[in-house]
């Protein structure tokens, strides 16, 4: 009798340790076979190198070996503590080797004496010498920089790359980008087992990192380009396709926290999980009615993220203090958690990126971001839907409460206008809201377009704002 074997035992990785990246590529690395790293200078090779090597020692207890031709062993302690790296601690812990090799381009003669013996020997003492797993060399172009024969420079790569596999390390070898060529080279990336290609660009003022799998043999793995971003926790990389559509679904009813509104909905409230988008233009209301969503759900003992683009947390607690909602009590509780930042403080990426983080320490049950529009200065209209597609899933699947404002444009209908077009047709509801001037008095007014699952008033509901918040007036589905 034949066992079949899974892919994971014929093609076995080993984790990178960083977020993202093993999703993208179904596991990680492959393991006890070279990965080359390429890309310019400052898009972030040594760094993806050095946490590879840090992960694998604090989160998967495999010791390491960083050979660099370029940075002394001080000078990359130093250019990683400020992430948290402690390399001399690992280092006296003998779970970490720093090698450091200075090769000039003179000393490199191609004659037949020119080998790679002398690296071998010193490679060999260092993995022997801690019992190392995982490889890392930085960067190739200094080992070979200076060698011109096409010839003996590929047949030298190969022996290097085939002595790492001999040696059942997971190595990882940076390089630097060549003009048409993903390395100087142009031959790594031919004997490489799988290669990652890194790229930092600039567009509209905002620094952007996008990364590639540009090949892993033997592998399924992500085609697409996807963001990255370097912060105080290291490298994180954000995979662009959402999840697949298979998230769980809830029966349960919660309440917006204004009975009213509540009332226009046949269910008297949403479904748990639920995204709503409020659209209207300035001055309709938007961020009041998600401060009631946001004390809704801290009154149900369920903590609230509220993202606020546009006002301060002590102006946003103080404006919602004038119509009677009190934020303060839920902000000391710890219920309430609100983040606020100027959009172009950074790109879209990095946004997420932070939503991420926050969400994952705060567990909120309740996610509300106030307002979605002010993304479009950072990005535009498909970078900002990819990445609500991606922050909606994220919600969706861990069955959290979103709710999104937009500001919409007072002269047009507001489903043509750039931000409510990228997201109206992912929300589970939408609530329009309106300004209107008649015989020198202004109303407001609220309606429901859509609300998927659940029936809803098909009525345009005007209201009024006192210093007791929201009353909705003489209609007949909510009083």
Request: glycine fraction near 8%; aromatic fraction near 8%.
């Amino acid at each position: 009798m034949t066992m079949k074997l899974s892919l994971k035992e014929i093609f076995p990785k080993t984790p990178s340790g960083i977020e993202g990246l093993d999703e993208i590529t179904g596991g990680g690395l492959p393991k006890g076979r070279p990965t080359l790293i390429c890309g310019s200078a400052g898009c972030g090779k040594t760094l993806m190198g050095i946490q590879f090597l840090v992960k694998g020692i604090t989160e998967y207890h495999e010791p390491g070996v960083f050979v660099s031709f370029e940075e002394t062993v001080k000078d990359l302690a130093a250019n990683v503590q400020s992430l948290g790296f402690d390399l001399e601690k690992m280092i006296g812990e003998k779970k970490l080797r720093i090698d450091h090799i200075h090769i000039e381009k003179t000393e490199i003669q191609e004659t037949g004496e020119y080998d790679l013996e002398g690296l071998f020997i010193r490679l060999n003492y260092a993995i022997d010498q801690i019992g190392a797993k995982r490889v890392v060399l930085d960067t190739i172009e200094s080992l070979f920089g200076g060698m011109e024969n096409t010839t003996l420079l590929r047949s030298e790569l190969k022996r290097l790359f085939q002595w790492l596999k001999d040696k059942g390390v997971t190595a990882i070898i940076t390089g630097e980008r060549g003009e048409s060529t993903l390395t100087r080279q142009g031959l790594e990336e031919y004997v490489s087992d799988c290669v990652i290609l890194l790229d930092f660009r600039v567009i509209d003022q905002i620094a952007t990192r996008r990364l590639r799998i540009v090949k892993y043999r033997g592998s399924m793995h992500g085609t697409n380009e996807y963001p990255f971003l370097i912060d105080e926790s290291g490298i994180s990389v954000l995979p662009i396709t959402s999840l697949k559509l298979n998230h769980s679904t809830s029966s349960e009813i919660l309440s917006y926290g204004h009975a009213g509104l509540d009332k226009l909905f046949k269910g008297n409230g949403f479904f748990r999980g639920n995204s709503t988008l409020v659209t209207g233009s300035a001055g309709t209301s938007k961020t009041m009615l998600a401060t009631y969503f946001a004390l809704s759900s801290c009154e149900r003992k369920e903590p609230v993220l509220f993202f606020s683009f546009e006002e301060s947390p002590d102006q946003l607690i103080r404006n919602m203090q004038s119509v009677g909602l009190k934020l303060k009590p839920f902000i000391k509780s710890g219920l309430l958690n609100i983040h606020s930042s100027r959009p172009s403080l950074s790109g879209l990426e990095m946004h997420l990126l932070v939503i991420h983080k926050l969400i994952s320490e705060h567990k909120p049950k309740t996610v509300i971001i106030d307002p979605i529009s002010s993304l479009v200065t950072v990005g535009n209209n498909s970078e900002v839907r990819a990445m609500l597609v991606r922050l909606m899933d994220l919600l969706k699947v861990n069955q959290i409460n979103a709710f999104f404002t937009a500001l919409t444009h007072p002269q047009s209908a507001d489903y043509f206008d750039f931000t409510v077009d990228a997201v109206s047709s992912l929300a589970d509801t939408w609530i329009r809201l309106t300004n209107h001037s008649d015989a020198g008095i202004r109303s407001r007014t609220l309606s429901i377009v859509k609300s998927r699952g659940m029936g809803h008033s098909n009525e345009i509901n005007e209201f009024v704002i006192g210093d007791k918040g929201i009353k909705l007036k003489n209609n007949s589905s909510a009083k």
